[in-house]
């Protein structure tokens, strides 16, 4: 069963600046750890999840930040596509053609 996606246009740009604001949040995660001279083996594989940890989260910054500029890319073709179909009729809109382009044939 598919799903619908619903946009609402008065909405959409508050919700691009929500989302592109918890990524900043996230994006600034970083998490630490001190040992000082600890040599247990269980430590430094802590140190390791910590440090990949930090990588991971880095990258997700990344996608995340390409999602915001999908999110602006879908904005900005909703607002030409509206700005095109505001100069037709509504002819032009159902049929994809001109009044005048079935005349004379």
């Not at 750890?33 to 940890?53: F, H, P, Q, R, W």
């Not at 991971?56 to 915001?68: F, H, M």
């Not at 999908?70 to 009729?89: G, H, R, V, Y």
Request: glycine residues 6%; hydrophobic residues 40%; charged residues 25%.
């Amino acid at each position: 069963m598919a799903e619908t996606l619903v946009l609402e246009p008065d909405q959409f740009q508050e919700q691009v600046d929500d989302y592109t604001g918890k990524v900043g949040t996230a994006s600034a995660l970083e998490y630490t750890a001190s040992v000082d001279n600890a040599g247990l083996a269980s430590i430094e594989k802590y140190l390791e999840c910590v440090t990949e940890m930090n990588a991971t989260l880095q990258l997700y910054a990344q996608l995340a930040e390409l999602d915001g500029q999908s999110m602006q890319k879908i904005k900005a073709a909703w607002m030409n596509a509206d700005n095109e179909n505001a100069t037709k009729t509504v002819a032009e809109i159902i049929f994809g053609t001109g009044s005048d382009d079935t005349e004379g044939d």
